[in-house]
């Protein structure tokens, strides 16, 4: 089964070992591809089209930057419902900050520090206080709903014409080259990802190999590779058609490097997984839970602070219904990412895949004119699919 194992076992067994062992891993790639196959079938190609991929990329923008932040709250088995109208509120408090003349590049900074304020009340309230996150957060939905409301009553829609904020989520990456029909910088960085990636495989095997742990055959270590690498060049090549890489993917790409080395390599990571696991193990460990408890909902009402940038900006205007259902959206991406029911496990890594599988929906189901009322309807029996799976697949390996 593994390369270092002295009894010799087929190529075949070796993939079927690999998948049944892993299966809840891999469903939500399985169901992404099954779900690009379908609607670019149904749509005739227009749903797998460079201009659909790009706009889906934006559209996915500030759900998976929301589900990031999710992700770290469900590890440590709490929830945050108001993530959707802060994200609504904060964006529309930076409309009328830019109408008053703020440059953009002050509003920016402004409004992340006023979601970290939201989440330090939050989470004040949580570890401190005792109130359950539920009834914090529900009761931080209403407020910010209401303060959303507040806000726009006067104008109605706030219009944004900063050029530089709408492209946060309408714009590309330059090119090295103008004119071209090929985006050049594009299709160098796709290189660059695949020599990078490639090289932190080799480098994780040879470190796994170095202190005795098993690794997989070299023919499955290969086809990854090679797997992976097509993945990365069809995705670029098809950007590199249209415009380019959205500024979206380069803003959410930051995000999730930053939290996927927070979450897996640092002494921070290691302790929101441990309360997850078992809070009262944890505090008797020396693990400060409520400081931990503040940082995520600080961590989480930031991140909805840059989707409410992203979604503002994306819309060019601010409006009294920005951020509804935000927050499902958010929580059905963990979920289905591979978040644990129970806490203590989750990747933010997956979480993206679920933010795309949400969305990819979203966007198919536009495409092809589906009623809202049936996407609702489609989009729950997915997640309540994911959730099931995930209990049943986890049940089976205690």
């Known amino acids: 089964m593994k390369e270092n194992t002295k009894t010799k076992i087929s190529l075949g067994s070796e993939i079927g070992t690999m998948l049944k062992s892993n299966v809840r891993d891999y469903a939500m790639y399985i169901a992404l591809v099954v779900i690009f196959i379908f609607f670019g079938f149904r749509t005739n190609g227009l749903f797998l089209s460079s201009r659909n991929l790009t706009d889906l990329i934006n559209q996915t923008g500030y759900v998976a930057v929301l589900a990031i932040g999710m992700t770290i709250i469900l590890i440590i088995k709490h929830i945050d419902l108001s993530v959707g109208y802060v994200a609504g509120f904060l964006g529309a408090v930076a409309a009328i900050l830019m109408k008053s003349g703020l440059n953009v590049w002050v509003v920016i900074p402004i409004i992340l520090c006023l979601g970290i304020a939201v989440g330090i009340y939050q989470g004040f309230l949580v570890a401190k206080i005792g109130v359950p996150a539920f009834v914090t957060t529900l009761a931080g939905m209403f407020i910010f709903r209401g303060l959303l409301s507040l806000v726009t009553q006067g104008t109605g829609t706030i219009i944004v014409d900063d050029p530089t904020f709408k492209a946060l989520s309408n714009g590309f990456i330059p090119d090295i080259i103008s004119g071209g029909s090929i985006h050049i ?153 591979g978040v644990s029911v129970n806490g203590g496990i989750g990747r933010v890594t997956n979480t993206i895949i679920g933010a795309l599988v949400i969305m990819s929906l979203t966007n198919g189901m536009n495409l092809m004119g589906v009623d809202v009322s049936f996407q609702y309807i489609v989009k729950g029996v997915i997640f309540i699919i994911a959730v099931a799976f995930d209990v049943r697949t986890r049940g089976k390996r205690k």
């Open 185 to 337: 910088l594009t299709i160098i960085i796709g290189i660059v990802a695949v020599v990078l990636m490639t090289y932190s495989q080799i480098k994780a095997r040879k470190n796994m190999q170095k202190y005795n742990f098993e690794v997989s055959s070299t023919p499955i270590f290969l086809s990854k590779i090679v797997f992976i690498s097509i993945i990365i060049i069809v995705i670029v090549t098809m950007l590199a058609g249209y415009k380019g890489i959205p500024w979206t993917a380069v803003i959410v790409g930051i995000v999730l490097v930053i939290y996927n080395f927070m979450l897996n390599k640092t002494k921070l990571g290691r302790y929101i997984y441990g309360i997850g696991g078992n809070a009262e193990a944890a505090e008797l460990s020396g693990v400060n839970v409520k400081k931990i408890t503040f940082f995520a909902f600080a961590s989480m009402s930031m991140l909805a602070a840059l989707a409410g940038i992203l979604y503002t900006s994306r819309l060019s205007s601010a409006s009294p219904q920005a951020g509804l259902g935000f927050e499902l959206d958010a929580i059905a991406s963990s979920y289905i990412g």
